[in-house]
């Protein structure tokens, strides 16, 4: 079987060594690690630090051969996609098209084994659909990453971005919806930034997840596939408290029902995390994802070995399921059910 990891980030070394040579802020410096850190629009609280693994794209497939089976990876961007937001209109806009045509590199590089997601800058509606556009005319990516937040704003249901939902359901894309470090880093600062990566990237995405809901987007466009990371943040275990007192949105049905709408992964350093994100969405919304490089794929392998799943629920769960929500082109699987008739 062929497993997919739904949740993998590579990213492009040019983009960070012109961040470096960025005057003012945002920008990214050099760090002991072999990354660099990113330091958001006007300094904010919230950094982003990344180590060598996240840029050398050869390296990181070796090791996921090193595991012993045969593994294809959905480039998404995590926290840093917040960077194209944060800049003015014009330059978010040549920002993103950059990086949406490196992962387009990336993925003619390795047909059939990679995928990506665009960068979408979100500070202007229209240059948000015009990126839009190029990326899937132009690109052929897969999908679009949101952000947690446009820039420090957390109002991603804001109206003005209602075009953008709108176009990105009338094209059946996936959303990736990560946390970013620009909401709650100030908030759950101190003890060496552990809380804040224990708790505000969880709540972050968990509000982001939120307003999409009860904002109604999801009733105005049903069309709008949302995978959320992180095994979908606190949501799924609050979900009767949702329920409870939602009912002060005055939307159609209860939160419950649009979150089991939503996708999500197997990120979760637990077997227990892992176990409920399946009972609660379902075997058919879940997508095995590892955050790589910021967690062991190994790791994730052994815990979902302790996850009791059939063989056709395995099945689904490592590939199926993603092929399925992400609409991945698989060349050769397409020729043999042509060939099967």
Known sequence: MKIIDSHFHWWPRPIFERLEARKGFPRADRNERGGWTYRGAGDRAGRIASWAEWFDLDRQLEAMDALGHDIGAVLSIGPFSIYFSELEPEE????????????????ARYPGRL????????????????????????????????????????????????????????????????????????????????????????????????????????????????VMSHTGGALPYQSGRMDKNGKQAKLPHPPSHYLKRMYTDTVSPHVA???????????????????????????????????????????KLFHDNAVRILGLDMPGESAARRAAG
């Open 115 to 226: 995928w990506a997601s665009a960068a979408i800058p979100l500070a202007d509606t229209a240059t948000a659909l015009d990126v839009l556009e190029d990326a899937v005319d132009r690109l052929g990516l897969m999908g679009v990453n949101l952000p947690g937040s446009v820039g420090a704003d957390p109002r991603i249901d804001a109206e003005r971005l209602e075009p953008f939902y709108a176009r990105v359901a009338e094209l059946g894309l996936p959303m990736f919806l990560h946390p970013t470090d620009a909401i709650f880093a100030e908030m759950l600062s101190g003890y060496g930034n552990a809380l804040h990566l224990s708790l505000g990237r969880v709540v972050e995405v968990s509000v982001a997840a939120s307003r999409l809901m009860f904002s109604g987007l999801m009733d105005r466009h049903p069309g709008l596939k949302i």
């Open 273 to 315: 995390g892992q176990r409920f994100a399946i009972e609660y969405y379902g075997i058919d919304n879940v997508m095995y994802g590892t955050d790589y490089p910021c967690w062991d794929p190994q790791t994730c392998l052994d815990q979902l070995a302790e996850v009791e799943l059939t063989e056709s629920d395995r099945q």
């Open 92 to 107: 978010g806009r040549d920002a993103a098209i950059e990086w949406n045509e490196q992962m387009a590199w990336a993925v």
